[in-house]
């Protein structure tokens, strides 16, 4: 079983840029797709990028095209994403989960979800 934490989060001003990191334990990580979630208050979880298990592959939610950029190092088990111009729409609590169903963006094919970091962006 896989188990994720995530961490990186804060305050940042509008434009400007944060790394995200999630590492997770279990020595079958590099076999699994890894997914980016947000959820802002009163908002419901949103999908916002996934990588497949190799990393050769990825894609986003259009709203952080260009923008934002997944990654992964299966040798640290540790997933990133890079976050660049920064908007308030942004501000958020970040999460990161597996998925045995790459390609999806629907919340109920992700699972063992971490505790979430803080992303707060300033305008």
């Known amino acids: 079983q896989v188990q994720v934490v995530e961490s990186g989060g804060g305050l940042v001003q509008a434009g400007g840029s944060l790394r995200l990191s999630c590492a997770a334990s279990g020595r079958s990580f590099s076999t699994y797709a890894m997914g980016w979630f947000r959820q802002a208050p009163g908002k419901e979880r949103e999908f916002v990028a996934a990588?497949?298990?190799?990393?050769?592959?990825?894609y986003y939610t259009d709203s952080v095209k260009g923008r934002f950029t997944i990654s992964r190092d299966n040798a640290k088990n540790t997933v990133y994403l890079q976050m660049n111009s920064l908007e308030s729409e942004d501000t958020a609590v970040y999460y990161c989960a597996i998925t045995l169903r790459y390609g999806s963006t629907r919340f109920a094919d992700f699972g063992s979800w971490g505790q979430g970091t803080q992303v707060t962006v300033s305008s």
């Open positions: 990588i497949n298990w190799r990393g050769s592959s990825t």
